[in-house]
């Protein structure tokens, strides 16, 4: 990581394994920022902006993926 990682605009990632079903529609649709053990979970912490992180959070159907601001722990998805 660099020096600067923290600074970059970027979202943050959560999977609640405690919701995932195993659906993997995230892996399908996102196969780039999540992947399938026993549940899934994110590659990375931090990820650049994407469409498909957004389409992945809103249409689990548990809600079990959060995007949040990395810099202001806002949340952006799922749409509340
Ligand atoms: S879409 Fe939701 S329920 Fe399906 S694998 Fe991803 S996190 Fe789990």
């Not at 990581?1 to 970059?8: E, F, L």
């Not at 650049?48 to 993926?65: G, H, M, Y």
Request: hydrophobic share 40%; glycine share 4%.
């Amino acid at each position: 990581m660099s020096a600067n990682a923290d600074d970059r605009a970027g979202w943050r990632l959560r999977v609640d394994s405690t919701r995932c079903v195993s659906s993997g529609f995230c892996v399908g649709s996102a196969p780039e920022h999540f992947t399938m053990e026993q549940v899934s979970r994110p590659l990375a912490d931090v990820v650049a902006p994407a469409d498909t992180v957004l389409e992945a959070a809103d249409f689990c159907p548990v809600e079990a993926i959060s995007v949040f601001d990395a810099r202001t722990g806002a949340q952006i998805a799922p749409k509340r």
